[in-house]
């Protein structure tokens, strides 16, 4: 388990993203993956392409978070203390995530090339469960283009199951992100994947493909504003 993040440093990006194979263990990716399926039916929100789950809660029409403890399984005993030794959350406002979304893809769903936005500090944790899958990140044009459609990606990056990826700076705030919605990713290799050298399972892929299975992620950010429960009106967008 490596406890400096800088070992865990993707290097081919051009600020601050960090690969860490083995964040958890089988037996702890199975726990996780028992809480999430066995959660109450109306906890999935189904889209087009994908469900998921969003805990605490939805943000506010004012993109504020009402004050409410994440559910102890996503923080305690595995996250949180592994969070904090490599100080991740360190310098996030509130000084640990305080929402986290639960998405799954299952072959051939991905999500169109987007920006997470400004209602949370520029930093996501991400831990993948149940099988691999390739985020693709795309720079912003010159124009704003609010989408990635008809362009390669600049930055490929491989998440493996029970990996943690960290992203923040200018990849959070110049760069969007995307899954694209295949069965199969090809065309990996070391020329292709950014964290190539970080893999845990290099042999697995240097076929240059893999057949997508069902892949779970948790989304770990902190967002900036959070309202007490007393004070919630006034972030509901009523006047």
Request: glycine share 8%; aromatic share 8%; with cysteine.
């Amino acid at each position: 388990m490596i406890t400096d993040l800088e070992a865990a440093r993707i290097k081919p990006l051009p600020a601050d993203g960090f690969y860490v194979a083995d964040f958890i263990s089988e037996d702890e990716e199975q726990f996780l993956l028992q809480k999430i399926t066995t959660a109450p039916v109306p906890r999935w929100t189904h889209l087009a392409h994908r469900r998921l789950q969003t805990w605490p809660s939805a943000l506010t029409n004012s993109n504020a978070l009402i004050a409410s403890p994440l559910p102890s399984w996503l923080v305690s005993p595995v996250i949180a203390p592994r969070f904090d030794s490599l100080g991740i959350f360190a310098d996030a406002p509130h000084g640990a995530p305080n929402h986290v979304l639960v998405n799954e893809y299952r072959p051939g769903q991905g999500i169109m090339p987007h920006e997470d936005g400004a209602a949370y500090y520029p930093l996501v944790a991400t831990v993948s469960l149940g099988a691999p899958i390739v985020l693709d990140l795309y720079e912003k044009s010159e124009d704003g283009d609010g989408n990635g459609h008809g362009r390669q990606p600049t930055y490929r990056i491989l998440q493996e199951r029970r990996s943690l990826l960290v992203t923040t700076k200018s990849i959070y705030t110049d760069f969007l992100h995307g899954i694209a919605d295949t069965a199969k990713d090809d065309g990996l290799g070391a020329e292709s994947i950014c964290n190539w050298d970080l893999l845990r399972e290099q042999a697995r892929y240097e076929c240059g493909w893999l057949e997508r299975e069902t892949r779970i992620s948790l989304t770990y950010r902190d967002v900036l504003k959070v309202a007490k429960l007393g004070n919630t009106m006034r972030f509901l967008g009523g006047r």
